[in-house]
């Protein structure tokens, strides 16, 4: 067919804007699919805003209905692009159809004109042409397969010989580790020690006793007020808080002698609130811990009494920092970095970290954190080179800046009644409450779970964990030790009774105290050697202290002085 | 009224060479808006996750496509390549081939969408052979074995008139652009590694990466990954220049086309009687697959001709060791082809050096209850597995270069031109620029 010039004019023209508009169109498909691939809809910054506000109130309707509008208008505008994408397909083909048909149109009216070189091809050189052409490109393929078998190599970690490193990476991270997780022998100053990490200094602690016949019991004195807060010690100086006939106390004790120093009412302050909100019967007032330096004692009560005394019994400063209410009534226990007091506040009306001046009590900061009151406590850990304040919270498992406040990274963790702390070791952080599950993660804003088991999952009492591994006990009475860095269940023991209190490691054993007052020691191994098991000869849920070869046990009523006699 | 019927005539006859086009038009409208019917009804909000325990009935699928069709699939297949070889060599008809491709892009394309097909083919039967537990379905067998015997006895057939890949691109590809013979050698040993490590993926049970990267499947369904139909539709407007990009530059099972084809009893012919060496056809082929004549006058010494003729003989084996070296250092890279090696790797780097394993399936790794070591074994056996198998693909394409080397000292006399039986689509475009052919057929 010999069209016209007129008409291969205009198929010229269409066949133009054809390619020009399947080009458009595909450029457009391809940057909608990388949008489609990168976007996710749901973490639109409004929605994750108007979320967190409806966490801060989950009772307010209309943000509610607000979340929900806004998800639903985010989800449309996804599927209305996925929709404009697929409509590209078809605008796609149909320009390409165009396109080629009006080509094929001009090319139909030009009959194909033969045309040959004026010299008839040399074989000879055309195939030595052929030949070098062939073998460069053997040549640059292989080149080009060597080079990525190096690169891709390097990337892509092999098997055997990546394990061999890891194990020697290990090495240096334990050795680094234990420098870090080390704790002194003298002090103890926070719920479970140093860091609140659950692992105390020292040697030579005596593994059996019997609070029935006197066998390696110091010495043993009641204690006045009744709480469920451990002891902690700094010095020769012990102190434990309770309540007695409605007034909060701050005792301190002589730790040798086992004689009350001088005891410090939280109740008589200016401000001080006397009123007792609802806990759960077993718990009480005296639920949190007393937190300690070398100069002075605070404490924290379950009204948000909070006072500061120093070592002579002289109060500093007491403020209530508002009535915390939650269902089973306020349990963080305290924390001091440097001269800051770490208070974890925990209400169903808001739930914030809050750091105080530990020499006025001014509040120096405070940051809201979003979800649900727990009843864990805080941890102060050292990871990536940097102390933070790590806080098993529901939904997120937090880390703040001890000095400032403000939140490092904040990692989905775990949902329900939260009341176990978290346990680190120099690389993770790991957390757990029944109900859920055990979960090790990796901290810091790329961190992310690394491993999580649900098999044994206490409710109350905290695990521990060493660079090696990682120990908890239930309130099933399970005591489980596993893999710290893989999560392997090395071992697990049935005792007979519950564990409120929280296994120590402290001298290579693990210390672990039931509710009837028994200590069980076992190894502190990826193998389960009990080496004890001690009678207080009173039921117990407070944690162990541990200081100069004489373990502090608190039972119901009486504080107990454990040292080899 | 005559001169009105002459003018009728005369518009039928130039209409009747754009109707194969026209027909390739109206199915993929028709197939376009039939998909968009369904899709319509597909366009729904995401099914909800309930929170009340409610459970969603199980999907239903549709009834698999009883065995009879798919032995029908392999009668048309037979009687498709048949007519085609009938087309190329005895009836000399390229408006045949064409038609053929036109019936094969509706039926193996558009219909059948694209599956089964024998370039896939290769996969199925390389995961046969090399897995007890996998059990090759009959028609992917005949799929992969009935071409290659076609191509055997009567070359490319089945890229000329059957391969619904090749059948797109042969309606689409009309205004053919030459590659430098540079470009061209590298571009046409693609094939044979495409070839390799798709047999060496699906052996190991990687990857069916040929299906997973057809560019024209998702033309044929407009259900599969955008990305690819992108790709698709950019390959074909190429293809308008660059003739049958797919087949010449990718196509897998055109390399084994390519070998078997070099030894077909029967191939097309470029002229119907004795060639005259006219060289009108000299330049013709957009594929570059016609061998002139060569009546040895110009030679070179023979010394250099068996000094070269020994160096590449001695090659082939070293090539071969080569290859095999090459790809078996090769194999751990490789190996990252499998979902599997990538979740171990990945979960092995969030442990070693704390880089969080974020993909999804390293979420649902951890959801699984699947130890570490158990992937971490699957990874060691599958890597096990790579290093069986890539020095034989390093051998096989070792030797595929040694032998095409080898081939280009080898010189025999030629009386006449005659397509490269290798490269040659047998798609019949010159015929027409054979002046005894125009002679006959007037």
Redesign the interface.
């Known amino acids: ?1 010999k069209l016209s010039d007129k008409d291969i004019k205009i198929l010229s023209g269409v066949s133009q804007v054809a ?1 020009v508009f ?1 080009l458009i169109v ?1 450029v457009t ?2 940057l909608g ?1 990388i949008q489609l691939k990168v976007v996710n809809p749901l973490d639109s910054p409004s929605l994750a805003l108007i979320k967190e506000q409806y966490d801060r109130d989950p009772s307010e309707k209309n943000i509610a209905e607000e979340v929900r509008a806004m998800d639903l208008l985010a ?1 449309r505008a996804y ?1 209305s692009s996925r ?1 404009q ?2 409509t ?3 605008l ?2 149909a320009g ?2 165009i ?3 009006t ?3 001009i ?2 009216s030009e009959k ?1 004109e ?4 004026s010299e ?5 050189s055309q ?1 030595k ?3 070098v ?6 040549t ?3 080149v080009i ?2 080079i ?2 190096f690169v ?2 390097g990337s ?4 055997g010989v ?1 394990i061999r ?2 194990g020697q ?1 290990t090495k240096e991270v334990k050795n680094a580790g234990t420098d870090a997780l080390m704790a002194g022998s003298t002090n103890f100053p926070f719920f479970r020690g140093e860091g609140s990490r659950g692992i105390a200094g020292g040697t030579g602690y005596p593994v059996e006793w019997n609070g029935n016949d006197g066998k390696n019991i110091k010495w043993k004195i009641p204690v006045p007020g009744h709480g469920k807060n451990s002891p902690v010690i700094w010095g020769n100086k012990l102190f434990l808080t309770g309540i007695r006939a409605g007034t909060l106390e701050v005792y301190c004790i002589d730790k040798i002698k086992g004689e009350i120093i001088w005891t410090a009412s939280a109740s008589d302050f200016p401000g001080a609130s006397k009123e007792i909100p609802d806990s759960d019967p077993e718990a009480g007032m005296a639920v949190p811990t007393a937190a300690v330096n070398g100069e002075v004692v605070c404490a924290i009560f379950g009204n948000g009494n909070l006072v500061c005394f120093d070592f002579d019994g002289k109060r500093l400063w007491a403020k209530n920092i508002g009535v915390p209410k939650s269902a089973y009534g306020y349990a963080a226990s305290l924390l001091i970095y440097d001269k800051i007091l770490i208070v974890q506040y925990d209400s169903d009306a808001k739930i914030a970290i809050k750091g105080f001046d530990l020499s006025s009590g001014d509040q120096k900061w405070e940051t809201p954190r979003t979800g649900r009151p727990v009843w864990a406590s805080p941890v102060l850990a050292s990871l990536d080179g940097q102390t933070q304040v790590i806080i098993n919270g529901n939904p997120n498992v937090s880390s703040y800046d001890p000095e400032t406040g403000a939140e490092l990274w904040s990692q989905p963790g775990l949902s329900g009644d939260v009341a176990p702390s978290p346990a680190v070791n120099s ?1 993770f952080v790991y957390v757990v409450t029944d109900y859920a599950k055990l979960m090790a993660l ?1 901290p ?1 804003k ?7 088991d649900n098999t044994f999952t206490p409710d109350a009492s905290s695990p521990v964990a060493n660079d090696q591994f990682l120990f908890l006990t239930t309130g099933a009475g399970d005591a489980a030790c596993y893999n710290a ?2 999560g ?1 269940t090395l071992w697990s023991h049935v005792f007979d009774n519950p564990f409120y209190a929280s296994p120590i490691i402290c001298d290579d054993k693990l210390w672990m105290l039931d509710r009837s007052g028994i200590m069980y020691v076992a190894s502190a191994s990826g193998k389960f050697t009990l080496l004890a098991e001690s009678p207080l000869g009173e039921s117990s849920d407070s944690s162990p202290a541990f200081s100069d070869g004489r373990i502090y046990l608190r039972g119901k009523d009486n504080l107990y002085c454990i040292a080899k006699d | 009224m005559a001169n009105k019927i002459f003018l009728f005539r005369n518009n039928f006859r130039v209409l009747k060479k754009y109707i194969p086009y026209l027909l390739v038009a109206v199915f993929l409208i028709w197939h376009s808006v039939i998909f968009a019917q369904e899709r319509q009804q597909q366009q729904r909000f995401p099914r909800p996750e309930f929170e009340s325990g409610y459970q969603t009935p199980t999907h239903q699928l549709l009834n698999q496509r009883g065995p009879m069709w798919e032995y029908a699939d392999v009668a048309v297949l037979i009687a498709a390549l048949s007519l085609t070889s009938w087309f190329a060599i005895k009836k000399r008809s390229r408006k045949g081939i064409l038609w053929m491709s036109v019936f094969s892009l509706a039926y193996f394309g558009f219909y059948r969408q694209g599956c089964i097909c024998s370039v896939g083919s290769v996969q199925n039967i390389s995961l046969a052979l090399f897995n007890n537990n996998y059990s090759v379905p009959l028609s992917a067998i005949l799929f992969f074995i009935i071409p290659l015997i076609f191509a055997l006895l009567y070359g490319r057939v089945f890229c000329a008139g059957v391969c619904p890949l090749g059948a797109i691109q042969e309606l689409t590809g009309f205004r053919p652009v030459r590659i430098h013979k540079s470009v061209e050698a590298v571009l046409a040993s693609i094939p044979f590694i495409y070839l390799g490590l798709s047999v060496l993926f699906a052996a190991t049970q990687s990857q069916f990466i040929i299906c997973r990267y057809d560019p024209f499947v998702g033309i044929f369904r407009l259900n599969a990954p955008f990305t690819m139909i992108i790709f698709g539709v950019l390959l074909l407007v190429a293809g308008i220049f660059v003739n049958r990009p797919y087949c010449r530059y990718l196509c897998p099972y055109g390399a084994l086309q390519n070998i078997f084809s070099r030894f077909s009893g029967k191939h097309l012919t470029i002229t119907p009687a004795e060639c005259t060496n006219c060289r009108l056809c000299e330049e013709c082929c957009p594929y570059d697959a016609i061998l002139p004549s060569d009546d040895l006058k110009k030679t070179e010494p023979k010394e250099i001709t068996r000094k070269r003729f020994i160096l590449y003989l001695v090659l082939i084996p070293i090539m071969t060791i080569a290859g095999a070296i090459l790809l078996y250092n090769l194999s751990p890279a490789l190996s990252a082809v499998n979902s599997n090696v990538r979740l171990a790797r990945e979960i092995r780097l969030e442990k070693e050096k704390g880089v969080p394993a974020l993909s999804k399936s390293a979420a649902a790794f951890k959801e699984s209850g699947k130890t570490e070591e158990q992937l971490f074994s699957e990874e060691s056996v599958i890597l096990g597995r790579f290093r069986k198998g890539t020095p034989w693909v390093g051998m096989f394409l070792g030797l595929s270069l040694g032998a095409g080397l080898f081939s280009m000292t080898i010189r025999k006399t030629r009386t006449e031109y005659k397509p490269d039986q290798g490269k040659c689509f047998s798609c019949g475009k010159c015929f027409e620029y054979c002046p005894i052919e125009s002679k006959i057929s007037k």
């Open positions: 067919m390619a399947t595909a498909m391809i699919l989800r599927f929709w994408v697929e590209g397909s078809y796609l083909i390409a159809l396109f080629v048909l080509r094929r149109l090319a139909g194909p033969p045309a040959f070189a008839k091809p040399d074989i000879i195939k042409k052929y030949r052409y062939l073998i460069s490109a053997a640059i393929i292989t397969a060597i990525s078998s891709l190599r892509l970690p092999e098997t990546k490193e890891a990476n690389r990796k810091g790329t961190g992310s779970e690394v491993w999580s860095e893989k392997d």
